[in-house]
RNA sequence: GGCCUCAUCGUCUAACGGCUAGGACACCAGGUUUUCAUCCUGGCAAUCGGAGUUCGAUUCUCCGUGAGGUCACCA
């Protein structure tokens, strides 16, 4: 038996996407439920397009959403390096191996050449084919050259039983001589990639779907290396709101850092992504990291792309928010309180949280719905002007009734239990709807639009500041 | 345009060829003593079209339509 081998190969080009931490995923997620190994390796040949940082940015990433990687940078491992940039003389050896064979020819056809040609090509309605002008006609090797796979006659087809689409088969005919090695002597993808599969021993290649057009390539690369091809899993991709584009930075797709950043969970982040295009055919709709590396399998991943939706995702973070204990969740949010927090104490801001924990959805809410507990905000009228209850009422009636709720008040020690009883027994004596007397109240203590209950946050604000922040009220009106 | 692929509620998805096409998000209505939220109850809402195979098709076949990917000295 062999161990599963999985990568995640992404080129330091800059940010990670959605879309790619999916795949990421599904690979961590394939490897672990087979015990198998989850190998990073990053794709930097192309030095033009190099971004500074971003392998950096793919580290944290990856991090934080809990994907550690058994081998690679920062990891170590018995097949590295694990740059593509320092395995230039790999890459060499098994140029030449090819070379001499004749799988490999070199070929010195200007860029114009080559534009012309695509557009005949273009012209004439069908795909472009290299016409292997320099195998006739071959130059001297001194000058700068490319080296292109040369596409056998035989197999007429070449085919492949890909993990969750099925068989995929085209005609070799279609296929065009690829180059695998560039002429600054870097090779392209499809080269390095085969040979650090191979290299690697990687068993199970799982990518974006943007890659089954060139998978007879690198078949045909293994072929002609007498190698054997791992297996193949080709992901659907994750569409933007318009459900026909790829996700792209104009839908503002965000990095996982991004999330990070508005305080979303790992947990959350990773099972909604992998509720895109993955099920296990049950009901269930929350997993925890762990459970769905045991439900996890190719075969069920879906073969249609799938749209992002943050609505749903915010759903469940808000769900995963939810299910923390208090102190669990207070240690998360640090960082996301409002700056009129920096004096509070801990156990201020812990009930203060937990008034609020089920009404996050992110923690980069917290303080547009606490700020009110740390500091005044400044009376708005329109508060009451535009309260659906509170605006039938004239403003002496309003200012007589806010007088006989801090009476009340005053005489409360602000417990939850002896507030809730002073306020209910007002609401008999008042006569007064809850929904009249209590919005009164509550925009009088807090001053904000919305709030937690009225005894918890009147109990948490404590009476001193309740009945200031009732004077200042009753000075307005 | 060539090649490859895909197609179930607005969105994510489920359904050995066989129940009234199920669940979740969102939305709407009601309930839980105010608001926001949670929670509970209910509601709205889908098999792209056409043939064929079959007793029976969301499922299998073909055609059409629509959509995506790819056709770089980028990955």
Known sequence: ???????????????????????ALFKYLFAKNQQGTFILRIDDTDRERFVEGSVEHIFESLRWLGLEWNEGPEAGGDYGPYEQSQRFDIYHE????????????????????????????????????????????PKDL????????????????????DAVRGHVEVKTTDLDDFIAIKSDGWPTYHFSSVVDDQTMK???????????????????LYQAFNWEPPVYAHV????????????????????????????????AVINYLASLGFNDGTEQEIYSPEQLTKVFSLERISKSPAVFDERRLDWMNGYWIRQFKLDELFAKVQGFWPAEAVAANDDFKKQVLGLVQERLKYFAELP????????????????????????????????????????????????????????????????QKPAVLFSLIRIATTSAPASPGLADTLAVLGKQHSLTRIDSWLAAF
């Open 1 to 23: 038996m062999s161990e599963v081998r999985t990568r995640f190969a992404p080129s330091p080009t800059g940010y990670l996407h959605v879309g790619g931490l999916r795949t």
């Open 94 to 137: 098994y140029t030449d191996k090819l070379a001499a064979t004749h799988a490999l020819y070199p070929c010195w056809c200007s860029a114009e050449r080559l534009d012309q040609l695509r557009k005949e090509a273009q012209a004439e309605k069908r795909a472009f084919k290299y016409d292997r002008y320099c195998l006739k006609h």
């Open 142 to 161: 001194a000058e700068p050259h490319v080296m292109r796979f040369f596409i056998p006659e035989s197999p007429l087809s070449i085919g492949w039983d």
């Open 202 to 220: 990687i068993t199970h290649v799982i990518r974006g779907d943007e890659w089954v057009a060139s998978t007879p390539k690198h078949l045909l």
């Open 236 to 267: 659907p991709t994750i569409l933007g709101p318009d459900g026909k584009h790829k996700l792209s930075k104009r839908d503002d797709a965000k990095s996982a850092i991004d999330y990070k950043n508005l305080g979303y969970l790992p947990e």
């Open 368 to 431: 547009d719905l606490t700020r009110f507990f740390f500091t005044d905000l400044p009376l708005d009228m329109k508060l009451v002007s535009e309260n659906k209850q509170l605006k039938k009422l004239k403003s002496e009636e309003l200012k007589d009734l806010l007088e006989r709720s801090k009476t009340t008040l005053e005489s409360s020690d602000f417990s939850v239990d002896d507030l809730s009883a002073r306020l209910n027994k007002l609401l008999e004596e008042t006569g």
